[in-house]
């Protein structure tokens, strides 16, 4: 597959995640009353009679609830199930996941909903039906979950920590400190016996730091992507060349890196170390992502920030890449004045549409449209055949996209000078 094409089935895939998390977020803020919300997985392999007869079992068994508006609100959810599953033959590809429920809409009134999840990211592993006071989406937030597992450790001969790289999220777990003596022995003590003596010490702590490595990483063996291995020379190359640690696990290895520190920052600066071995994993795109932006926006020519800037860019087609922050959550509503003037402005989802004065004439603009920011500035770029990119907040400069440049930024193709 060329260069191109992996990367417009990435940009496909970042869209779809992203709409994906929408539609959960969404399902999350909604309540209903006793266990109306009526969720249902269903595996692709499910053969959808089978669900269909399930739901008519349930439907019927739900007239046994004494609650007369729970008993109504759980037949019509399963009654818009059922009408839903009449549009299908077959379950889609990694199957599908089904929510109707009688939800509360405010003022003690309420409103019925229901929503078809369709091939999500991962195959649904099982047929689940669960009735709730709230969705069931915790399945589905797994499927969300950072791709890539990776054991972490560090050390030298003073100290050392263990941890995970889960996708691009360093997480320390354990940490040791040796009681290795220094080069310098003490008076009264042979050259001879001082020399054995540390070599004890060390080959000690080597086991204890391949101790906690063991137990945190071998039950995971079958999960983890790789285990990298930092510290300063010659301390790493002894431990991995000594066995120290778990058979399956030394098979695992995917490299040994020269790092300085060896306390919990110490296992950041290895992530940054093993860059070329993590090339393929989501924490180093999404780096060099920014890393890239930063140089431009120190120079001064190729790089765009904040919404109005960005998308002005993306109007002129002169955006190679667009950088959207994953928690950026916003609408963009658009004004037009009777003069005719089209102004942009974004707001909070949550709240009405701002009133607004046009910054050409300065006549009262009316709202005449309002959608997704990030859905908006996605079909710009698509037009202009721009790259999308959603980076991560789990990270320094991923933080920054969000609350520095208002989660919306770009590396332009030219400079413009906008």
Known sequence: MSQQADADVDADADRRKYEFRRVIEELEDYNGSGTQLVTIYVPEEKRLSNIVAHVTQEHSEASNIKSKSTRTNVQDALTSIKDRLRYYDNPPENGMVLF??????????????????????DPVQSFRYH????????????????????????????????????????EPVKSASSLVPGKQRKGGQSAQRFARLRLEAIDNFYQEVAGMANDLFV????????????????????????????????????DKFDVAYTDESGLHDLVDAAQDALADQEVMKDKAQMEEFFEELHRGEKATYGFAQTRQNLMMGSVDRLLLSEDLRSDVVVYECPEGHEEYETVDPRHDDPDHRCAECGEDAEAVDREDAVEHLMTLADQRGTETKFISTDFEKGEQLMDAFGGVAGILRYATGV
Not at 136 to 162: C, S
């Open 100 to 121: 109707s429920g009688a939800v509360d809409s405010g003022g003690g009134q309420t409103e019925m909903v229901t929503r078809v999840l369709e091939s999500p990211p």
């Open 131 to 170: 009735c709730d006071s709230a969705f069931l989406t915790e399945p589905l937030e797994g499927m969300l979950a950072d791709k890539g597992l990776f054991g972490l450790v560090v050390l030298d001969r003073r100290e050392a920590n263990v941890g995970w790289l889960r996708g691009k999220r360093v």
């Open 219 to 254: 039950p995971e063996r079958h999960e983890i992507d790789g285990i990298l291995v930092g510290g300063p020379s010659p301390t790493k190359d002894e431990f991995l060349d000594g066995d120290y640690l778990h058979h399956e696990l030394r098979d695992l290895v995917v």
